[in-house]
């Protein structure tokens, strides 16, 4: 079974950093991009950056570029979402979902289960 | 990159069929069929339910069908179920730098 599944829920203070991560099973992790995705308390969905396991080439949203950092260690199959400095507007829960034929424009799917970020001083 | 627009809101009775359109710009709806779909229930991950406008991934139940004209798509959920009151998003890939952008969302009710 394809399974992604991602760290747990964060409570930070501002200005502090995090990484949080999200592990693939059940297919060749090297084989398919990964997307993070941000959904803020009761709002919508927004991409926020995709890698390429195989070679760590990111594309970022022109929205979330400079605020965050995606990265992937391929030899344990893992991608990270690292913020180093935090704000209160980084509240979210954020997903990271697998890119299934990305020269084709690409759909998401699975997806992890969600980590939840909170951010409060 | 502004969001796909959709309805917040759409409702049916039990059985009833629903639309939920989606409609985007030449950059990217109306760029490429590369529209996909997904349920989303509450406190839980996005599900996959429709990819490049009209295809259905093994395990959805076809009643959920997808099409698109011009730069709107829509998702359509015939014999509505209870287990179907989720929110829908579209997405689509984008000719911008973007690369992906989603819809705003729709909360399906069934009455």
């Known amino acids: 079974e394809v399974e992604l599944v991602q760290s747990g829920a964060e409570v930070k203070k501002p200005g502090e950093s995090l990484r949080i991560s999200c592990k693939g099973s059940?297919?060749?992790?090297?084989?398919?991009?990964i997307s993070w995705v941000r959904q803020m308390p009761g709002r919508g969905l927004e991409w926020m950056g995709r890698?390429?396991?195989?070679?760590?080439?990111?594309n970022y949203s022109p929205s979330f570029q400079g605020h965050v950092t995606i990265s992937a260690d391929k030899s344990i199959s893992t991608a990270y979402l690292q913020w180093n400095s935090l704000e209160a507007s980084d509240t979210a829960t954020y997903y990271c979902?697998?890119?299934?034929?990305?020269?084709?424009?690409?759909?998401?799917?699975?997806w992890g289960q969600g980590t939840l970020v909170t951010v409060s001083s | 990159q502004s969001a796909l627009t959709q309805p917040a809101s759409v409702s049916g009775s039990p059985g009833q069929s629903i639309t939920i359109s989606c409609t985007g710009t030449?950059?990217?709806?109306?760029?490429?069929?590369?529209v996909s779909w997904y349920q989303q229930h509450p406190d839980k991950a996005p599900k996959l339910m429709i990819y490049?406008?009209?295809n259905r991934p093994l395990g959805v139940s076809n009643r959920f069908s997808g099409s698109k004209s011009g730069n709107t798509a829509s998702l359509t959920i015939s014999g509505l179920q209870a287990e179907d009151e989720a929110v829908y998003y579209c997405?689509?890939?984008?000719?911008?730098?973007?690369?992906?952008?989603f819809g705003t969302g729709t909360t399906v009710t069934v009455l």
């Open positions: 979902a697998r890119l299934v034929e990305p020269t084709r424009g690409g759909r998401f799917d699975p």
């Open positions: 059940g297919y060749r992790f090297t084989s398919y991009w």
């Open positions: 890698i390429d396991p195989s070679d760590s080439y990111i």
């Open positions: 030449s950059s990217d709806v109306g760029a490429y069929d590369y």
């Open positions: 490049d406008v009209s």
């Open positions: 997405t689509s890939y984008s000719t911008t730098n973007s690369l992906y952008v």
